[in-house]
């Protein structure tokens, strides 16, 4: 226990930090009967789904692969995990699920999570979660765990718990973590690896709710995931507090996006959108000169673009009318003064 530092606590694995690529490992166990299998598995290389676990043929299923990837995941090792996972949901189920429970199911997650960086450091994480709520995390890095939980345990409870815990982590879950994620890294790292610039836009709309504007900053299309993006007003950032957006959304083609905006009212202050990437060598700035009359005049003229189109098309009416009028004038005139002849004419040639 004297390698264990007791957190209270609990916070959430963030995304994997630039020049480092991790292994996730989300597990699910249901207890009760439910359509869906008893425990499962989804296993994921950084961002990119590599494939999953089904508990009941005890067989890993490979997702997205363009390349032999038999000797990646090690049956024998998941068997063995999946065993030691059995017991530990089976474990949490009579300490956490109330005696008097009237629910038909409960479900229990586990997250692993192994990480290695450029520099060859590596790291592995669990967490526990109980009703969807995170309930302990053990952390293990450079030969030290760190716990984080809320479970109402004793010290004299939890020590067990926690030393059966540290040596499966520091034993089994570790290594054979961080060897698949290093075999799934030769197969698949040109994939994880790549680099796509964002494009990216400072955007002016007028807001119709509130009558005043929205300047919107997007970057679209990049990878990887990280990005830093800014919104600044006459070259300082705007506070978070006013800027709405910002979540990370995923692209059909396996890139991402992320749009800030920013409320604002009629004024001539100069607004940068500035994008910070790994594929970028120095950071994006994208300006907007803020022009009081460019709203207005972006509604004027489409609108004087459909007037004259309007008067265009009923002038061309118009013409085509009085043309066709004239026209049907002439041949009825050509065909009166045609039948005056011959009725004038028709006298001489009796005589």
């Known amino acids: 226990m004297d390698r264990i530092l007791f ?11 630039r020049g480092s690529h991790s292994l996730w490992m989300l597990i699910t166990y249901i207890n009760g009967e439910t359509q869906f299998p008893k425990l499962s598995g989804t296993f994921m290389l950084d961002d990119i ?4 676990y089904d508990y009941e043929t005890r067989s890993y299923v490979a997702r997205g692969n363009t390349t032999n990837e038999e000797d990646v995941v090690d049956p024998n090792h998941l068997n063995i995990i ?16 109330p005696i008097n429970h009237t629910e038909s199911h409960v479900v229990y997650q586990v997250l ?15 967490k526990s979660a109980f009703r969807g709520s995170t309930t302990d995390e053990l952390r293990f890095f450079d030969g030290k765990f760190t716990y984080q939980g809320t479970l109402n345990y004793t010290a004299i409870e939890i020590k067990p ?16 973590c961080i060897k698949t994620l290093q075999s799934y890294l030769k197969k698949r790292g040109t994939q994880v690896k790549r680099k796509v610039k964002p494009r990216v836009r400072l955007i002016q709309k007028t807001n119709s709710d509130s009558g005043g504007f929205r300047v919107s900053c997007l970057a679209t299309g990049f990878y990887p995931r990280h990005m830093n ?3 600044l007003r006459d070259g300082q950032p705007v506070s978070d507090h006013e800027i709405t957006g910002g979540d990370l959304l995923p692209n059909g083609d396996g890139t991402y996006q992320m749009r800030k905006s920013l409320e604002i009212s009629a004024d ?3 607004y940068t959108c500035s994008a910070i990437h790994l594929s970028l060598d120095n950071k994006m700035d994208v300006t907007l000169e803020f022009d009081p009359g460019e709203p207005f005049k972006s509604v004027i003229l489409p609108v004087l673009i459909v007037l004259v189109l309007m008067l265009m098309f009923g002038t061309g009416a118009v013409i085509y009318k009085c043309r066709k009028r004239r026209a049907v004038s002439s041949s009825n005139c050509d065909y ?7 009725e004038n004419m028709e006298p001489s040639s009796r005589s």
């Not at 957190?7 to 930090?17: G, M, N, Q, V």
């Not at 065993?83 to 956490?96: G, Q, T």
């Not at 718990?161 to 054979?176: C, D």
């Not at 003064?337 to 011959?342: C, H, R």
Request: charged fraction near 25%; include cysteine.
């Open 7 to 17: 957190i209270i606590t609990i916070l959430l694995p963030a995304a994997s930090p």
């Open 49 to 52: 789904t590599v494939g999953y």
């Open 82 to 97: 999946s065993n030691y996972l059995i017991a530990h949901f089976i474990e949490r189920s009579d300490y956490l699920r």
């Open 112 to 126: 692993g999570l192994c990480e290695q960086r450029d520099d060859k450091r590596t790291q592995m994480i669990t």
């Open 161 to 176: 718990y926690l030393e059966l815990s540290m040596w499966r982590l520091e034993t089994v879950y570790y290594p054979a």
């Open 229 to 231: 993006l800014t919104l």
């Open 268 to 270: 001539e202050h100069k």
């Open 336 to 342: 009166s003064a045609a039948s005056k002849s011959e």
